[in-house]
């Protein structure tokens, strides 16, 4: 699933799916500062044209990948009520978000050259703030979900193959070995969910989170080694048995 870094790499996949081209225009601002021949005025009213293009398709640009963000994190069925009042306070400040871009809009006709910098550093500095915990925290119910979804699978799983191997167990200590191991990777993804959840509750947007979903799921993988690492077990021992 996903660790640190890649919890960067799941905040661009949504940017991703809204994309919004900026090279061209930021080509022509380039352009329009590098500019030697035109007079200092008209220079100045060209790059502050292409300042406010700039700025209207960046905002466009983050409602559309704040309203993106919205839809997967509506789209997500959560079973968990704390982790489900959590993530509907998240939908309301994504809300909050889409209001507080969209509100920029109608200044950006009024803004002369160094206001249209400072609304720039004022957007990316919000951004910075608040916009970035927000996408880490929906990054981190999404996975947790989804990590919680499998954890149940396992745990089901597990309960079956005991019952499957209670006879055989008592007779083969490998048997015995392969699912205490089991148990042990299964209680260990346990732990990591509930501190992962924990972290949710308190709206930690930190890469920690992810590290211990991250880790939860290679247990949950270890389970489904053991399962299998079992079923070799019980047929080898099965081959011996009518040799």
Do not use: H
Request: glycine letters at 4%; proline letters at 1%.
């Amino acid at each position: 699933f996903l660790g640190g870094t890649q919890k960067a790499q799941a905040i661009e996949e949504v940017r991703a799916q809204v994309f919004c081209g900026f090279n061209e225009k930021l080509a022509e601002l380039v352009k329009v500062q590098n500019d030697t021949e035109t007079d200092s005025l008209q220079k100045i009213k060209n790059e502050l044209v292409i300042r406010k293009e700039l700025l209207s398709l960046i905002i466009n640009c983050s409602v559309k990948e704040a309203e993106l963000l919205k839809s997967k994190l509506e789209s997500v069925k959560i079973e968990d009520k704390e982790v489900a009042k959590v993530r509907d306070k998240t939908l309301l400040e994504i809300d909050l978000a889409i209001e507080y871009y969209e509100n920029q809009i109608p200044g950006i006709k009024d803004l002369g050259l160094q206001g249209s910098k400072l609304l720039a550093k004022k957007i990316f500095d919000w951004r910075a703030s608040n916009y970035s915990d927000l996408v880490g925290r929906v990054v981190n119910i999404i996975t947790w979900n989804a990590a919680e979804d499998f954890l149940i699978v396992a745990d089901q799983r597990f309960l079956d193959v005991s019952l499957g191997v209670s006879g055989i167990k008592e007779e083969s200590m490998e048997v015995s070995k392969v699912l205490d191991e089991a148990k042990a990777s299964l209680e260990n993804s346990k732990t990591l969910i509930a501190s992962s959840k924990k972290s949710i509750l308190e709206y930690a947007p930190n890469s920690g989170t992810i590290e211990n979903i991250k880790k939860a799921l290679e247990e949950l993988a270890l389970v489904y080694e053991n399962f299998f690492e079992m079923g070799q077990v019980i047929k080898d021992e099965t081959l011996k048995k009518i040799e």
